[in-house]
């Protein structure tokens, strides 16, 4: 076994599944508060030479870890044709998801469980590969294991050479609502979820915590909020942008319809995949011009999800 | 069955050019390879927008169709496409581009020839076989020819001794715009590619300035070289005529002016083959609407 794994052999496994893996990156830091005891006080300098007798640390909660992965997005991460696939708990958020942790991870030659989707996202280009990145929150420890490879012999992945997007400010087609030819230069999209840790006393109490690595963990990962966000880059901004995040052409503010942003995302082949949307406010919008490019407008769109 | 060159046409714009001596067509597709952790290489995939490259070699016996000025002076091709073929069996079948941009016009002329005219092209639309399959529907202009007498070159900043041999060029730097193709959620519900695919630019661009360079060869008579220090202070600014006029009536065939140009270069040659020579390049600048001077 050569001391440094190569990339062809590091497998990346989410949830027991085989993932195509650009790149990962796994950390893990524990929580520790710094203890300092003072003594042997010289009271003939006044105290001016408190020397520190003692200096320990002390975990402030249980070890968590992060993950950060970026990967090729297939048509069999997602549910195709409304049929759920069996790994769509990997990346999708979504309101009502399971409180459950992933199990079964793999980096390289380290396995660890008790991990749970913090983010998921993906960013357009024109003519490119769609790569999606996904970030977990990871409580406990992680093992050893020899490393592994698999195998894909083909590959049908997002590609943005058949993928589309749409753009409707109030919904209203952004093209009609600016009154001239709207095209976008780039799309991305991100969706976030806040999720609370709870944790029993009692069992966070117990020596036999320190009896593993993974020492305490947390009884339950709840979903406090989910909010989806997804901007655009292209030629134009929303006119009369409003201050409640709408367009408003006409002189009534009340009652007009959200804005929206959609990727209809594509296989190469021309498969569909999975369709992404973000329907709500429009949080912020700029618009650039610098020498040697183009005037560039930025859109972003937020929903709350949960 | 192949086909000799008395059996091509070759169509620019609606045009038989006459005086071509080769083209050349090509594309090339830029893939990306895709690899994954654990597995290695799995496929390469097209990642890139694909673009064509058509180059035209020609001898300049008219007065070029492509040479065509708007109103106020500046060459069509700095802003338009231009679509074109190669026909062949009986104008039947062919190789043809859509949406082409201008990227390098150039013309030299050595002493007993007629003056070449190269012309190179990015191609943003189609490229291939069964492209713009359609006969010249436009009358090409009368042939003339020049001869060494009625060339001539015109410095105004001084008279020029025997020319031997000039070339002009215009490079033009375009820049594509690329944007994602659009569709709405109907086309998606019902497995529908994008009602607009945007596979073509949505834009092309000319970044100005347009370069112009500019370069003779003199016989040396009365001309002497500058002094390399004098004329890096004082950088004179020059306009440079290349006038091609018809042998027979004196008409003007084609002629390439370079506003306000600046000598950049100058070169002294003397050899036991033959007579000093000077050779001058002259460097221009052409913007899109703030006239240089």
Redesign the interface.
């Known amino acids: 076994m050569t001391p440094f794994l190569r990339?062809?052999?590091?497998?990346?496994t989410l949830g027991n599944k085989?993932?195509?893996?650009?790149?990962?990156q796994l950390s893990f830091a524990p929580s520790l508060q710094t203890e300092r005891v003072y003594g042997n006080v010289n009271q003939s300098t006044l105290g001016s030479s408190i020397e520190t007798q003692s200096r320990t640390f002390s975990p402030k909660a249980g070890l968590k870890g992060s993950l950060a992965v970026t990967?090729?997005v297939n048509e069999e991460f997602f549910a195709k044709d409304s049929t759920v696939n069996n790994i769509d708990s990997l990346f999708h958020i979504k309101s009502g998801m399971s409180d459950q942790p992933i199990n079964g991870n793999r980096v390289?030659r380290y396995l660890f469980d008790n991990m749970y989707l913090k983010s998921f996202g993906f960013s357009?280009?024109?003519?490119?590969?769609i790569f999606a990145k996904a970030e977990y929150d990871i409580y406990g420890s992680l093992r050893k294991s020899p490393s592994?490879?698999?195998?894909?012999l083909?590959?049908d992945?997002a590609?943005?050479?058949?993928?589309?997007?749409?753009v409707k400010a109030s919904n209203i087609d952004m093209a009609t609502y600016v009154g001239n030819?709207f095209?976008?230069?780039?799309?991305e999209y991100n969706i976030l979820v806040e999720r609370k840790i709870h944790n029993h006393i009692r069992a966070s109490e117990h020596t036999s915590i320190n009896t593993t690595a993974n020492s305490v963990v947390p009884v339950r990962v709840s979903t406090e909020s989910i909010e989806a966000q997804m901007t655009i880059k292209?030629n134009e901004i929303v006119k009369n942008l409003n201050p409640l995040g709408d367009a408003q052409s006409g002189g009534v503010a009340d009652g007009l319809s959200d804005s929206s942003i959609?990727a209809?995302i594509?296989s190469?082949a021309?498969d569909?995949i999975a369709?992404f949307s973000c329907t709500g406010k429009i949080m912020s919008q700029s618009l650039s011009i610098a020498e040697?490019q183009?005037s560039e407008g930025t859109i972003t769109v937020k929903e709350i999800i949960k | 069955m192949s086909f000799s060159n008395y059996e091509q046409t070759v169509i620019i714009d609606s045009i038989a050019l006459s005086g071509v001596i080769d083209v050349n067509g090509s594309y090339g597709i830029s893939e990306r390879p895709i690899k994954a952790a654990g597995v290695g290489f799995i496929d390469a995939l097209v990642d890139k927008p694909l673009e064509g490259n058509f180059t035209m070699n020609r001898k300049m016996v008219s007065n070029d169709p492509l040479l065509k000025m708007n109103v106020v002076g500046d060459y069509l091709y700095d802003e338009r496409y231009i679509s074109g073929a190669i026909l062949f069996d009986n104008n039947t079948k062919g190789f043809g581009f859509t949406k082409a941009r201008v990227t390098r016009y150039s013309v030299s002329c050595t002493v007993g020839d007629l003056p070449d005219i190269q012309t190179d092209f990015t191609v943003f639309g189609n490229l291939g076989s069964g492209v713009m399959i359609q006969e010249a529907t436009e009358t090409h202009p009368p042939i003339q020819f020049p001869s060494q007498g009625s060339i001539s070159v015109n410095v105004g900043d001084f008279t020029v001794d025997s020319i031997t041999d000039f070339s002009y060029s215009r490079g033009l730097n375009l820049q594509p715009v690329y944007a994602l193709p659009r569709g709405t959620a109907s086309d998606f519900a019902s497995a529908d590619p994008a009602s607009v695919p945007n596979l073509d630019p949505v834009q092309v661009d000319t970044l100005y300035p347009i370069e112009t360079d500019i370069n003779f060869t003199m016989i040396a008579h009365e001309y002497q070289a500058r002094r390399m220090k004098d004329n890096l202070q004082r950088a004179p600014k020059t306009d440079v005529a290349i006038e091609i006029r018809d042998s027979q009536d004196n008409t003007m065939i084609n002629s390439f002016t370079g506003k306000n140009v600046r000598l950049i270069g100058e070169t002294t040659s003397a050899s036991v083959d033959g007579e000093l020579t000077i050779s001058l390049t002259y460097k221009g600048y052409e913007t899109l609407h703030n006239p240089v001077s």
């Open positions: 990339f062809e052999d590091g497998k990346i085989d993932i195509l893996a650009q790149s990962a990967f090729i390289g357009m280009q024109p003519f490119g590969v592994f490879r698999f195998q894909k083909s590959i992945p590609h943005a050479l058949k993928s589309f997007g749409e030819q095209e976008l230069n780039s799309l292209g959609a209809y594509y190469l021309g569909r369709s040697g183009y």
